[in-house]
């Protein structure tokens, strides 16, 4: 291939992946001091984020690692994670919630089949996909639980993180990262027994961050700033037992423990309730109607769950 062809090859992926993906991964103001950071996610993203968890992930970016946030479901990983990949890049990040069979056809790109019997395998035919649009875009990337993706995709993720490039070898190209807002963030449960573990040349590459769940006062700030919104107010004493109930709750042997985000739609849900039957603030029967919507995740701990909050609610 002439230089002159291989060019025009590579301005050609480059047109398609802004045809495909720049509507919905438009650019924002890029916010890079932590400080102001911390404003802007309480501010517009309605997050509560440490300062020193931002400096620590800015801190990583500047040196060109991924960030491992570790802990349980519902304390906001995926959240804070994609709204602090999206004000460092200053474009809204990419999410990719994994899957055990993905693959670089999956992230990186893969041929039309109907284009490539009729024009061949180039870039014609070739289908660029998220992670390779997100380094031409120069934004971030947030991949979902980690653990659920094999050896073989974590390695994939590797080499690119290492050299900041992308081969397609299909195409004879080579793509590399052209500024320093192509970062990744990966989010995962280490307590799920079902997701294998991650290679130790995963786990030495990373800077892991623990994620659990906020002490009461802190959850309590949550749900305030949270539930700002709402037309049918939840009571300060409701939103108080809310956070006992769900203090208790992950205490218990239960299947499933409800994170943050399960007080907040529990008290979103219970507001909804309170506004369908024309009522200007939320009671208690809204929260325990809405409790056996939202609380009770597994069959086996539905009596469990409803017995505690049925006794501490009343």
């Not at 219970?270 to 809405?290: H, Q």
């Not at 609380?295 to 017995?307: F, M, N, P, T």
């Amino acid at each position: 291939m002439s230089e002159e062809s291989y060019r025009k090859s590579y301005e050609s992926i480059v047109e398609k992946v802004w045809g495909i993906y720049a509507e919905a991964h438009p650019p924002v103001q890029p916010v890079r001091n932590p400080e102001a950071a911390h404003r802007v996610l309480k501010e517009k993203y309605k997050l509560l984020v440490d300062v020193n968890l931002i400096i620590l992930v800015y801190a990583a970016f500047l040196d060109g690692r991924p960030v491992l946030f570790e802990g349980p479901p519902g304390t906001g990983k995926t959240e804070i994670g994609e709204a602090l990949l999206t004000l460092w890049s200053g474009r809204e990040a990419f999410v990719l919630p994994c899957s055990e069979n993905y693959d670089e056809y999956r992230v990186i790109g893969d041929f039309h089949p109907l284009k490539a019997y009729k024009y061949g395998f180039n870039e014609k035919s070739f289908l660029p996909k998220p992670l390779l649009a997100a380094m031409i875009m120069d934004t971030g990337v947030l991949i979902d639980e980690i653990r659920r993706s094999n050896e073989e995709f974590q390695n994939l993720l590797l080499d690119i993180i290492d050299k900041r490039r992308i081969i397609v070898p299909e195409l004879r190209m080579t793509f590399r990262a052209s500024g320093v807002g192509f970062q990744f963030i990966f989010t995962s449960n280490p307590e799920d027994l079902a997701q294998s573990e991650l290679s130790d040349a995963f786990l030495r590459r990373v800077v892991r961050i623990k994620f659990s769940y906020p002490d009461p006062e802190r959850e309590l700030e949550i749900l305030r700033l949270r539930l700002s919104h709402l037309d049918v107010k939840v009571p300060e004493e409701i939103m108080s037992l809310s956070v006992e109930v769900v203090s208790r709750l992950r205490k218990e042997d239960l299947l499933y423990k409800p994170g943050v985000s399960d007080t907040v739609r529990w008290m979103e849900v219970s507001s909804r309730i309170a506004s369908l039957k024309g009522k200007t603030r939320v009671d208690v029967s809204d929260v325990l109607e809405a409790a056996k919507a939202v609380l009770v995740k597994r069959v086996e701990d539905e009596e469990s769950v409803l017995d505690i909050v049925e006794s501490m609610i009343r």
